[in-house]
């Protein structure tokens, strides 16, 4: 490369949980280590690469020790038009709570069960920029499957996720290819984008196995219109996401066209009590137009928390939210954090609580409170150490 750049993390990470877990298959607590690695440089005036790759070693979790090539690209830019053709990542989304817009690159729920972290999408994408704005598409020739917890994995299922059967509705399985475009502008305050997507759902939909021991992830053939938005007047910040989705099996496995949306604000209280850190105050509302036989537990919910950034040498920075089902008694705190020690050296928690679950009516055991319900036990505490070189 003509001019180029590498950069290294090594991280060891410990996973402990309060209660026993429902299967004795599953283990009380893991250890993992992992290696992330990046390469990237100019190969010359308009021609760039770059090499992202992620591995880690699970203790308890088979599932969870896996590699993989998140970013492998060759891109050509000039002033009218950009070319990008390999694997990458790409993030859609304004809401802090539930990403619904993102849907080009598959969520790897095994590395981070709260959907932040994705997996690499293979792609032919093309980015144009106009006044303010960027309009992307995106050609998506080969899907990943989710990534779920082994039957020695915790924050699963009770009944284990059998991944190596996946359902297709299409007969090309995972070399359909997807299609998926966005429009993103500028207006002085306010950011808006617009998203498409038509192919193979990154969203499984769930069948029962042989004997009713398993579940089988179901991948259909989805259309999904996305609208994100923000607004910046003086502290406040409003946030909107909003998807049209059609194709998609509810969690009855019927067929059902709905709606979703995520909205609310995050008002930052600056230099608090004249220090230098910096308070934001979350509110988001969520909701999802299936109620309980949507296959996310959020289907009308409402999230508090709070973002506290410090400001100082270390970099030092925590979220917490509560979130609470508007119907039922069920709710979820979260916590993570992180700080900087040094130039190399880095520490982060995430905590989540779980256990304030009631049990699912006898009448109706099939609903997405259930969801959540089926990992009451795995309250958890995670630290991660990392060492940047």
Do not use: C
């Not at 509302?285 to 919910?301: F, I, T, V």
Request: charged share 25%.
């Amino acid at each position: 490369m003509a001019a180029s750049q590498a950069e290294g993390e090594l991280s060891l990470q410990t996973r402990l949980f309060n209660q026993d877990p429902q299967s004795t298959l599953q283990e009380n607590n893991a250890q993992s280590f992992a290696f992330a690695f990046n390469l990237s440089g100019a190969l010359g005036e308009q021609l760039d690469a770059e090499l992202d790759f992620f591995y880690r070693y699970d203790s308890a979790d088979d599932e969870r020790t896996k590699g993989d090539i998140r970013k492998l690209y060759l891109r050509w830019l000039n002033p009218h038009i950009e070319v990008l053709a390999g694997f990458n990542r790409v993030f859609w989304g304004v809401t802090e709570v539930n990403h619904l817009v993102d849907i080009v690159a598959q969520t790897d729920t095994v590395e981070s069960p709260d959907g932040e972290t994705k997996l690499g999408q293979a792609m032919i994408a093309f980015t144009v920029p106009f006044e303010n704005g960027l309009a992307d598409i995106y050609l998506l020739p080969y899907f990943r499957e989710r990534t779920f917890p082994g039957e020695n994995g915790r924050l699963r299922f009770s009944l284990p996720v059998d991944y190596d059967n996946p359902v297709y509705e299409d007969p090309d399985e995972g070399q359909h290819i997807d299609f998926a475009g966005r429009i993103a502008k500028s207006f002085e305050n306010t950011e808006l984008a617009l998203s498409y997507f038509q192919g193979t759902g990154r969203d499984p939909s769930y069948l029962f196995g042989v004997n009713s021991a398993s579940i089988l992830p179901y991948y259909p053939q989805i259309k999904q219109l996305g609208l994100e938005a923000q607004y910046i007047w003086d502290e406040w910040l409003f946030k909107l996401e909003f998807i049209h989705r059609d194709g998609q099996p509810n969690l009855f496995f019927e067929e059902e066209e709905y709606q979703a949306v995520t909205t609310g604000f995050e008002y930052t209280y600056y230099g608090l009590a004249g220090s230098a850190s910096d308070l934001g105050i979350i509110a988001e509302l969520l909701y999802d137009s299936r109620g309980q036989r949507a296959l996310s537990p959020y289907e009308e919910d409402i999230a508090l928390g709070g973002r506290w950034v410090l400001n100082n040498l270390h970099s030092a920075e925590l979220i917490f939210l509560w979130i609470q089902d508007l119907n039922r008694f069920a709710r979820v705190f979260a916590f993570e954090g992180s700080i900087e020690m040094g130039e190399s050296f880095a520490l982060s928690f995430e905590s989540t609580i779980i256990s304030h679950q009631p049990q699912p009516s006898v009448l109706t055991p099939l609903q997405s409170d259930r969801l959540l319900y089926d990992l009451r036990d795995d309250d958890s505490i995670e630290f991660t150490l990392s060492y940047y070189f």
